[in-house]
């Protein structure tokens, strides 16, 4: 009988007979899940760099997001288009955004540094979230931002002007009120299952001769042992017939006393794919992207791809483009003038055109209004009037 304690008798010495195909007892121990560290460079190269979901899931984001136009009004809208149409002369604006939004999926925070001459930002480029650190007073109000790399330096905020040489968005994180959480952070284990599977399939067609188990020898007197020579061309059989993907699935054939012991759980028993394209959903969940934009199935959420992206523009992308112009907005003012308004041009997605057609005619049914308040319920300025001269 086995014992979880220890036994108080000495140890009694077992002798293993030296032999390559001895019969086989073998216990296999389970281990601890490794996941992968959740800093922005091991989320990176994990979930960006080598996860097709995660991959797909922060360009549709970022990419939809930097194609939304932005309305300016005030004196100081001239200024501000001019200014973020330009970015820099190395790096475009669509570019820019497109990263400061990218930024944002993998770390839940992102940062636009302005480069200054004189007391006005003419340029602007974004910070890697992993080179910035605040600083704060006592009443953990952010005092400046130092950034890390080839020139460390800081950066520091005017709290008499309310100038602010960088602008940074955060998602919400309940535990730190200076810095955000990302979805990809809050799917990281999913992305870890994901990257996983894939491996174990890939060594499954590069290892499938030769999965997990033993072969055991019965002789037919017993106690018998496979002599060197016999072991050896057993050995070269196995790795010659029975490895690599051509091999996959081909029939092991035993003779003389030998028996295929299995030591692990089959494919089906793991059910692999099935736990890849839940963690797949995982991700998709995490980053607000309907899985069916993804390919993915088995998701019934919506009925057709038409509602399932209209469901992504207004429940992910326009809340990120609304607190993106908020921010601009807000960032700006102090810099070019107060009177500067950000918005997001929803006249500009495609996707949204037919809740527009819809809206213009149920506005252009209601005869009880004006064409002055048809416009105005629009968002639309009043009529130019054409002089006759």
Known sequence: MLSMFKSSAAAVPITVPESKAAPLVALELSR????????????????FRRNPVVYRCVRLISEAAASVGLSYTGDSAPAARTLLGSASPLSPAGALTERFFGHLQIAGSAYI?????????????????DTVSLSANTSGIVTGWRVDGATPRTL???????????MALHLFDPLDPHQGHGPLEACAQAV??????????????????????????????GGERLSDAQFERLKGELEAQHSG?????????LEGGLDWKSMSMSPHDMDFIEARREAAREIAFAFGVPPMLLGIPGDNTYSNYREANLAFWRQTVLPLVNRYACALQGWLGPWLGEDLSIAADLDSVPAL??????????VGKAEFLTDAERRE????????????A
């Open 32 to 47: 601890r899940a490794a996941f992968t560290p959740t800093n922005y460079s091991g989320l990176s190269r994990e979930g």
């Open 192 to 221: 870890d299952i994901h990257n996983e599977g894939a491996r174990w399939t890939k060594s499954l067609l590069d290892n499938s001769a030769r999965p997990s188990g033993a072969l055991v020898y019965n002789g037919p007197h």
């Open 353 to 362: 055109s037919s809740e527009r057609e819809g809206l213009w005619a149920r």
């Open 245 to 253: 993907s051509r091999s996959a699935g081909r029939p092991l054939l």
């Open 156 to 166: 520091r905020f005017d709290p008499a002007t309310l100038r602010s040489p960088v």
């Open 113 to 129: 540094e302005a480069t200054l001459i004189g007391d006005r930002p003419v340029a602007l480029r974004t910070l890697r979230p």
């Open 377 to 388: 319920y629009l968002g639309l300025g009043p009529r130019a009037e054409i002089s006759d």
